[in-house]
Every structure is written in C-alpha cells, then in structure tokens.
C-alpha cells in the first residue's frame, strides 16, 4: 500500500474553519478515487465526502453545505475544507484511497469552546 498521511487538524472554536490536507505518494494517484472518513469517540468511521480521479465530489447530505472536498493531481495532494465547524464535527479524520485500499494515519479534529 501507497502511504497517505493527513495533516491539519487542530482545536478550533464552534464556527471556526479548517482544512485538511492530504499527502500521497503514488504513482498513480490522478487515477484513484479518493475519499475522506472520519470517527468519532464511541462510533464506527463514517465516510465524509469523496472525490473522483476526474475531481467529481460527492458528499454525505448533511454536511455538503459546510465541508468541501478537492484535489490538486499535480501536487498528489486531496484537501478537506471545514467551515462553520461544530462541536459534533469533533473526530480523527482520516483519508482514504480506493483504488489502492490505502488510509492515511488520522489527524484529530476538535471543536470546542
């Protein structure tokens, strides 16, 4: 497996932004579909959003008005941008190639006063 490593979490307030970013290695990246997960304390890892190789997001309906999904194919490079952020957005969120199966390490995300 290519490894993907996620960066950019942090503490951030209710409202706040952040943007994810991940890091890929492969050779082959501009033909995977990517994707972004996230888990939270006490339950299973949900999808988030994905993206296809031709750049297509699609995202889980109730966060598509506030989270963001792209890709720069050149930099082998997928962002996750996070606005107005809230408390139940709190997670490791973690990134996700399917075509090679690979996960990124995780990069915690905490929404708190």
């Known amino acids: 497996q290519v490894p993907l490593v996620d960066s950019g979490g942090e503490l951030v307030q209710p409202g706040g932004s952040l943007k994810l970013s991940c890091a890929a290695s492969?050779?082959?990246?501009?033909?995977?579909?990517m994707g972004w997960y996230r888990r939270s304390p006490g339950n299973e890892r949900e999808v988030v959003a994905t993206?296809?190789?031709?750049?297509?997001?699609n995202y889980v309906s109730s966060l598509k008005d506030r989270f963001t999904i792209s890709r720069d194919n050149a930099k082998k490079m997928v962002y996750l941008q996070m606005n107005n952020l809230k408390p139940e957005d709190t997670a490791v969120y973690y990134c996700?190639?399917?075509?090679?199966?690979?996960w990124g390490q995780g990069t915690q995300v905490t929404v708190s006063s």
């Open positions: 996700h190639d399917f075509t090679l199966g690979s």
């Open positions: 492969g050779n082959f990246f501009s033909l995977s579909s």
């Open positions: 993206i296809t190789s031709e750049g297509r997001p």
